[in-house]
């Protein structure tokens, strides 16, 4: 009798420990150090902007699944976190978290627009700024944890980027990194007015690399900037002439190259010292961000209704042209399909060749950039103040969460009933 109440206290606690660890957010074991494990907890997807995820189940399929809408239109893009939840800003004010099914998790009200993509931690604090540059820390479920609007005296474009030891660098007029409560650790200044939109990569060593745009006296120009992860800087890259501004965030590829667009209509390639490999000009400004597909061919989209694949030498692969110019900054899934918006109300998907796999009609233009689900699902937003999940409908009003606690529990009662069974059968 003592041997089988022991064995059932053992299994009881065991069903007590799954329970604990299936209802608890996964927000551990990140693959890119501090950022949440999920398959896009950040603009551009990882630290090195790539704009890349070949890890989904299935490539995307043209269904739209569900829509939300907002309450004004939306300039910011959706980023997923490892439960499936998206999140996403809107010009009226909030920051949204969407349950996998399609309805409100929660929403937080902020005191100005959000056109800054949130970036998620691995411990589940949520980080966005504002248009009114204010930069908030939220917690899992919503509520704030803190919030600054000094030393901002601009804006919050740029997409916070949560690095490795946990520091969380933000654009605005200059570039600062804050330790996760919120202080301080450095900032690094520009001697000149301007802003940055664009947003940070972060290489293997922890280099930093972004776009600045500066503006004096009506005229403008686009610096890229390469600082070490204390904020020191490496280098500059300046673009040649005025007007030239650099919008673009920058993709870092595994040998520390790095490609960028500019309003001088030229998708730039440097190497990890600064040095130009070689540029590619389009024949429209570009304020798209570079994806690296595979087999490093860059794709870029640009305001004269193109997207473009560019060999690693710098040679066009094919271009692909819509009815609209395009900002959105495309996504790379598995197998190599492309994913991306355009002023024309349409999201495409495109297979590796340049060929049209299929597209999707919205209510307006869409310059939000697309994130990648674990599932084979896509999210967008368009300028008609709704948000899109495009893929293969599986479950509809089922939290993801449910799946994740329900297995453990069968596994472990069909095993307790094999012990009773055993017992009554001595």
Known sequence: MRGKITWIGFVTTIVVLLLLTATLPSFVDSAEGSLADSSWPKFRGDLRNTGRNENADREVSNQTMWTFETEERIESSPVVGPDGTVYIGSNDGNLYAILPNGEMRWKFQALSAVSSVPALAEDGTIYFGTNGGQFY????????????????????????????????????????????????????????????????????EGNIYFGFHGSLLGVQWGELVALDSNGTERWNFEVPGIENQILSSPAVDEYGNVYFGAYDNKLYALNRDGLKLWEYETEGEIFSSPSLGPDGTVYVGSRDNFLYAINQDGFSEWRFETDGGILSSPAVGPEGMIYFGSDDNHTYSLYPNGTERWRIETGNRVISSPALGSNGDLYIASLDQNLYAIGEEIVRGVDERVYQLALPIVIVLIFLVFLIHRERKR
């Open 137 to 204: 820390s939220l917690n899992p479920d919503g509520t704030e944890n803190w919030m600054i609007d000094e030393p901002f005296r601009a804006g919050i474009i740029s997409s916070p980027v949560v690095r490795e030891d946990n520091t969380i660098l933000v654009g605005s007029q200059d570039l600062y990194s804050f330790y996760p409560n919120g202080t301080m650790q450095w900032d690094y200044t520009f001697d000149s007015p301007g802003r940055i939109v664009s947003t940070p990569a972060v290489d293997g």
